[in-house]
């Protein structure tokens, strides 16, 4: 089919029988029931749940039975954005809607892959049995409503418990990932001056044991606030004054699980962003804002249930954790797993995929790429069957990619491309199972979510590239960002640039059917395969190396789906010479302070990097000289405050087309 498959060609479309093989068609006949309306297709339906945002809210919250300890006075009390407020008077808990219920104690909730340890299964009664004890020790720690648990902790079924602990107590949640660098984890955490810290001592990824003790003792220091730190054994050694996480649980032992239900809108967890412009946003989610959004994601989107398994390999540092471990809440099981998913080989996500029965596997567009690119076929060589979805985000994917997956997986099994971000912790755009499948393309905006592509002048465009702009609130918008008092710093993230609609920061074309192309990001964010890097972590590094001065990043993305290429520019120190062992130095410390995925691919050696007159750097210029663009296209010199600075990028981006090296 690849040979044939051309951009926009349909190559998945709804089953006839979606309203009775489908839990979006369940959801439809709860609201042609309840409500008594008819939606004959997708257009029908999407068009309702935005229109009607009160109508189509409301029937989420029956449809799933959410559980409050107070009536809510009405589903949203103003449209407005910011400042929209969502279901007032209820009370509520996200960790109660996963563990409540008690029929399905016996099924697996939780399987657990590790280079570390050995393979772990929990059930949903050995899980609430585990939150229990964590909660009950946390609450010996001190740890009440409104006070924060930072994880430096793996994809690993403790870090599910402490979370789930965290929340059942109306306690803040923060994660990262334990390759993240001291420098990184504590430009996080110390915002939201955590009380508790998670941590362990190393991991295995792949065949290489990383020790993490130095790290730990430096974050630890960098945290004043910290009052106990709880070690959860897993690789490495003992760690000095800390809690042994058997000690934590064993304090919990027999006492009941308990729940402090809590506004609709008290934080749940912070996320961060990538950086790019400072400081890490401290990104505040909500309670019933994740609980919703991911009740209709998951089910209605994703099509999870009771029966299903989530498969999707994810860092504690990436908001699809916090989606991975949704799928608790609609009853489906999920494969946590941490290490190199590309250990042994790069199959093996698919055999994982196979031995656990998944039902929707997860993947980064560079991933099934690079499948294709190795001639693996998945479901020829191992039993798929159980798959019905391939779900793929973090980065387009191209025509080829769609084309491969119809090759290997056939007919039925629906592609699920999407896209949405951290600033949302879910999909903006995506498919479903009522949606068709356009080769290169998403199928269109998500149930709820009023997207669109917005001119210059805040005018809607069809066909052609745009803003992508939300113009009606979403219950998982942010609440907040952590420390942002008078919401200056949110204002202006989102809401700068057309007032009262929310921008997102891609670039997007809209076609007629209402499907969508991703672009890339609007501002300088890098995007190493489909992970964002933010640029002014890269600065905040390298420029206190005493042998630089000044520095400029730009990734180059791979049209195959592939990682790019990242390329350093860095002004050298008076009297040094950027050689070998510079470039060397240069990517040991960004390993160590940030993370492997930060070692550049080039370091270039240049007279001046390019700011404007308020200082600011300008990344988009330096990369667009390098795909090919004419310096009075991508920069007005007179806006530089050395009109020369762009000169030697320019020199770079000539030498590049003429193969010649730098």
Not at 71 to 84: E, F, I, K, Q, T
């Amino acid at each position: 089919m690849s040979a044939h498959t051309r951009a926009g060609q349909v190559i998945w479309s709804p089953a006839p029988d979606w309203r009775d093989t489908t839990r979006i068609g369940a959801f439809v006949r709860f609201v042609e029931r309840s409500r008594g309306l008819r939606f004959e297709d997708w257009d029908e339906l999407w068009t309702w749940s935005v229109n009607d945002l009160e109508g189509f809210w409301a029937a989420v919250w029956e449809h799933f039975e959410v559980e409050s300890d107070a009536p809510y006075r009405r589903v949203l009390g103003s449209d407005a954005m910011p400042g929209a407020r969502w279901f007032e008077g209820a009370k509520v808990n996200y960790a109660r809607h996963l563990l409540a219920d008690t029929s399905r104690d016996d099924e697996v909730a939780v399987v657990a892959y590790s280079q570390t340890r050995d393979r772990v299964e929990m059930t949903f009664g050995d899980l609430r049995l585990e939150v229990a004890r964590a909660r009950a020790g946390l609450v010996r720690l001190g740890v009440g409503r409104g006070d924060r648990v930072a994880a430096y902790l793996p994809n690993v079924p403790e870090t599910l418990v402490a979370f789930l602990a965290t929340a059942s107590l109306g306690a803040i949640w923060s994660s990262c990932a334990p390759e993240f660098g001291a420098r990184s984890v504590v430009d996080r955490f110390a915002q939201v001056e955590p009380k508790v810290l998670l941590v362990v001592a190393g991991y295995r990824f792949g065949t290489k044991d990383v020790d993490r003790t130095a790290e730990v003792a430096e974050i630890r220091a960098g945290l004043p606030t910290v009052e106990h730190v709880v070690q959860v054994p897993y690789g490495g050694g003992d760690l000095p004054d800390t809690v042994a996480w058997p000690d934590l649980l064993d304090d919990g032992e027999g006492v009941p699980l308990a729940f402090e239900t809590v506004a609709f809108d008290h934080p749940l967890y912070v996320l961060f962003s990538s950086g790019t412009t400072g400081r890490p946003k401290a990104i505040v989610h909500g309670h019933g804002g994740i609980l919703l959004e991911h009740l209709k994601n998951h089910a209605l989107s994703w099509d999870l249930g009771p029966g299903d398994r989530l498969l999707w390999f994810t860092t504690t540092a990436w908001m699809m954790w916090n989606a991975l471990i949704s799928a608790l809440l609609v009853r489906a099981s999920i494969v946590m797993i941490d290490g190199n998913p590309m250990f042994p080989d790069l199959d093996h996500q698919w055999r994982l995929a196979a031995e656990t029965g998944a039902t929707l596997m997860g993947a980064s567009p560079g991933f099934l790429m690079a499948s294709r690119k190795e001639g693996l076929r998945p479901a020829r060589d191992h039993d798929l069957s159980r798959v019905r979805q391939i779900g793929a985000a973090g980065s387009p994917l191209p025509v080829e990619g769609y084309a491969w997956v119809r090759e290997s997986f056939g007919p039925d099994v629906l592609l699920n491309v999407g896209s949405g971000g951290t600033d949302v912790c879910s999909g903006i755009v995506q498919g479903s199972p009522l949606q068709p499948v356009w080769a290169g393309e998403i199928s269109g905006s998500c149930l709820g979510v009023r997207a669109q592509a917005f001119d210059p002048d805040g005018r809607p465009v069809v066909g052609s590239l745009g803003e992508l702009v939300i113009t009606a609130p979403m219950p998982s918008m942010p609440v907040a960002f952590w420390g942002d008092d008078d919401g200056a710093r949110y204002r202006s993230t989102y809401f700068d640039v057309f007032p009262g609609v929310w921008r997102h920061g891609d670039w997007v074309r809209f076609g007629e059917s209402g499907s969508c192309v991703i672009a890339g990001r609007s501002d300088a964010t890098l995007n190493r395969g489909g992970v964002r890097l933010g640029t002014a972590e890269f600065y905040r590094v390298v420029e206190e190396m005493p042998e630089v001065d000044d520095s400029l990043v730009v990734h180059l993305e791979d049209p195959a789906g592939g990682n790019g290429e990242l390329i350093l520019y860095v002004v050298p120190a008076r009297g040094i010479d950027l050689d070998d062992v510079l470039r060397a130095a240069i990517g040991r410390t960004l390993r160590a302070a940030l993370s492997p995925r930060h070692v550049p691919d080039t370091v270039i050696a240049v007279p001046a990097v390019p700011h404007n007159r308020t200082g600011k750097k300008l990344e988009l210029p330096v990369k667009r000289l390098l795909q090919g663009g004419a310096l009075s296209e991508v920069a007005t010199t007179d806006s530089l405050a050395d009109p020369f600075a762009l000169d030697a990028f320019v020199e770079h981006a000539r030498a590049r087309r003429a193969g010649e090296r730098p």
